[in-house]
């Protein structure tokens, strides 16, 4: 199936006022959706929306759509990495009418009487399009994670099989599934969705945590940093340092996620973070590890200093094992008993240009939004194309 022309010619016609509206349209959308379907409060993260970069992530990409409505191609990597979101959080075809009802309200009311029943129509049909598209690139996702050996649908009960503290910050979850039976493996770099509805929480909350040890067939893990204090105190974060403990039984959903380690045998591999951005990292170096590749890889990381860096001995003892991985350090603030930092201060790839750029090498990084503006921006200032750099944002997502 495909749109008319003139649903077409509207919507992109109407693309600029979006671009001026967006965010008080997904506003008053998500305002109205929670007041008149509240059970969806238990799929939605509640703090995004008080932060409003969810409100700026749908925002984004209705304008992206409306904008690009006639060349739907350039969208396809936009809709793979929104349907993998939407997986890990079991958004299902019967949940799209009810956005649908809600969106074309907000349209509607923000537009005012600029908003004609033509108009209107024109968007209810190219939103229909774009929710059947959703759907069946969901259901396939859903499918490929059910059949595949070790594979469900839908969440699965885990327990907690070990709980190890990795630095003040972040702390790491070993999860086995109930049923003894295998689990499925996963392309380094994936996440997971955990389910926990908290005591003090009024919905259940649902989040995603990238997968940080390499695939083995019978168990996950997670790494998880505790995020904010006080008043910007992070929900989940917190409840699993403080309250998930040992045997407790979590659910989970199949990995899903479209930042991964690209399968080469021919290109270098950088691997870039910040914090608790290392997680994917972690899984991608230790797959690596695993395969015995001869390809320079080059684990570049920067930590607040070492009190709060996790994972250091791990990937020093694979550098030393390993000729052609190389672990590049930076601290930003060392303190007086640090000693394992390469360099102090923000982490400055200049200083390191003779290392890490290199030929065909791919480039993967995760962290902080600015810390990912920069690296990008050097590396492009460098000549890196675009094909070559991989990121994932934790969080709702914003074009870098
Ligand atoms: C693909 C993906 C992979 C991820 N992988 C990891 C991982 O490996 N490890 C990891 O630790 N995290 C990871 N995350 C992040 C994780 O999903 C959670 O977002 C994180 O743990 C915070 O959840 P929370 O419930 O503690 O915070 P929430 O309550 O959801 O709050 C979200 C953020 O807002 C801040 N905040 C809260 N209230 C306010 C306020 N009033 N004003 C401003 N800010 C506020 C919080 O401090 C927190 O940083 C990943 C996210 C994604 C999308
Ligand atoms: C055509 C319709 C839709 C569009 C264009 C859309 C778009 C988006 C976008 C852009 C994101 C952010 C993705 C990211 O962070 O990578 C997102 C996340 C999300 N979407 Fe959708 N979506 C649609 C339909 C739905 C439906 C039907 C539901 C279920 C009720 C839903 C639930 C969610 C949830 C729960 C998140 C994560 C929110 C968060 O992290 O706070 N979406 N969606």
Same mark, same amino acid.
């Given at each position: 199936?495909?749109?008319?022309?003139?649903?077409?010619?509207?919507? /992109?016609?109407?693309?600029?006022?979006?671009?001026?509206?967006?965010?008080?349209?997904?506003?008053?959308?998500?305002?109205?959706?929670?007041?008149?379907?509240?059970?969806?409060?238990?799929?939605?993260?509640?703090?995004?929306?008080? #932060?409003?970069?969810?409100?700026?992530?749908?925002?984004?990409?209705?304008?992206?759509?409306?904008?690009?409505?006639?060349?739907? !191609? #350039?969208?396809?990597?936009?809709?793979?990495?929104?349907?993998?979101?939407?997986?890990?959080?079991?958004?299902?075809?019967?949940?799209?009418?009810?956005?649908?009802?809600?969106?074309?309200?907000?349209?509607?009311?923000?537009?005012?009487?600029?908003?004609?029943?033509?108009?209107?129509?024109?968007? +209810?049909?190219?939103?229909?399009?774009?929710?059947?598209?959703?759907?069946?690139?969901?259901?396939?996702?859903?499918?490929?994670?059910?059949?595949?050996?070790?594979?469900?649908?839908?969440?699965?009960?885990?327990?907690?099989?070990?709980?190890?503290?990795?630095?003040?910050?972040?702390?790491?979850?070993?999860?086995?599934?109930?049923?003894? %039976?295998?689990?499925?493996?996963?392309?380094?770099?994936?996440?997971?969705?955990?389910?926990?509805?908290?005591?003090?929480?009024?919905?259940?909350?649902?989040?995603?945590?990238?997968?940080?040890?390499?695939?083995?067939?019978?168990?996950?893990?997670?790494?998880? /940093?505790?995020?904010?204090?006080?008043? #910007?105190?992070?929900?989940?974060?917190?409840?699993?340092?403080?309250?998930?403990?040992?045997?407790?039984?979590?659910?989970?959903?199949?990995?899903? !996620?479209?930042?991964?380690?690209?399968?080469?045998?021919?290109?270098?591999?950088?691997?870039?973070?910040? !914090?608790?951005?290392?997680?994917?990292?972690?899984?991608? %170096?230790?797959?690596? #590890?695993?395969?015995?590749?001869?390809?320079?890889?080059?684990?570049?990381?920067?930590?607040?200093?070492?009190?709060?860096?996790?994972?250091? +001995?791990?990937?020093?003892?694979?550098?030393?094992?390993?000729?052609?991985?190389?672990?590049?350090?930076?601290?930003?603030?060392?303190?007086?008993?640090?000693?394992?930092?390469?360099?102090?201060?923000?982490?400055?790839?200049?200083?390191?240009?003779?290392?890490?750029?290199?030929?065909?090498?791919?480039?993967?990084?995760?962290?902080?939004?600015?810390?990912?503006?920069?690296?990008?921006?050097?590396? +492009?200032?460098?000549?890196?194309?675009?094909?070559?750099?991989?990121?994932?944002?934790?969080?709702?997502?914003?074009?870098?």
């Amino acid at each position: 199936m495909s749109l008319n022309e003139k649903t077409i010619g509207i919507v /992109k016609a109407t693309a600029p006022v979006l671009a001026e509206h967006g965010e008080t349209i997904t506003r008053r959308f998500y305002l109205q959706m929670f007041s008149q379907n509240p059970e969806l409060l238990n799929i939605f993260n509640a703090t995004n929306q008080k #932060t409003g970069r969810q409100q700026a992530a749908l925002a984004e990409a209705v304008y992206d759509y409306a904008a690009n409505i006639d060349n739907l !191609g #350039t969208l396809t990597s936009a809709v793979q990495r929104i349907a993998h979101k939407h997986a890990s959080f079991n958004i299902l075809p019967e949940h799209y009418p009810i956005v649908g009802k809600h969106l074309l309200e907000a349209i509607a009311h923000v537009l005012g009487e600029a908003a004609t029943d033509e108009i209107l129509d024109a968007w +209810q049909e190219a939103y229909g399009f774009l929710a059947d598209l959703f759907i069946e690139v969901e259901e396939g996702i859903y499918r490929e994670n059910q059949q595949i050996s070790g594979g469900w649908r839908g969440t699965r009960e885990f327990k907690v099989v070990n709980k190890v503290k990795e630095s003040d910050l972040i702390t790491s979850f070993y999860f086995e599934p109930l049923d003894g %039976l295998p689990v499925a493996d996963f392309l380094p770099g994936q996440y997971i969705g955990i389910y926990l509805h908290p005591d003090h929480s009024e919905h259940r909350c649902i989040r995603q945590y990238s997968l940080s040890d390499a695939p083995n067939g019978k168990s996950y893990r997670i790494s998880v /940093k505790r995020e904010g204090e006080g008043e #910007t105190r992070g929900i989940i974060s917190h409840y699993l340092h403080d309250n998930v403990q040992l045997d407790d039984v979590v659910e989970l959903c199949p990995p899903c !996620g479209d930042f991964y380690l690209i399968d080469r045998s021919d290109a270098p591999v950088v691997l870039m973070s910040a !914090g608790v951005g290392q997680t994917p990292m972690l899984s991608m %170096l230790n797959s690596l #590890t695993r395969k015995k590749t001869d390809l320079p890889i080059i684990f570049v990381h920067s930590a607040i200093n070492s009190r709060t860096h996790a994972f250091g +001995q791990h990937v020093r003892d694979i550098a030393g094992t390993n000729d052609n991985i190389e672990q590049i350090l930076f601290y930003d603030e060392p303190t007086d008993d640090c000693s394992a930092h390469h360099y102090a201060g923000r982490m400055d790839l200049e200083l390191v240009r003779d290392k890490i750029d290199l030929p065909e090498a791919h480039y993967y990084f995760c962290g902080p939004l600015g810390y990912m503006a920069m690296v990008k921006g050097v590396l +492009q200032g460098w000549g890196v194309t675009k094909d070559r750099l991989h990121y994932e944002v934790f969080g709702p997502h914003k074009d870098i």
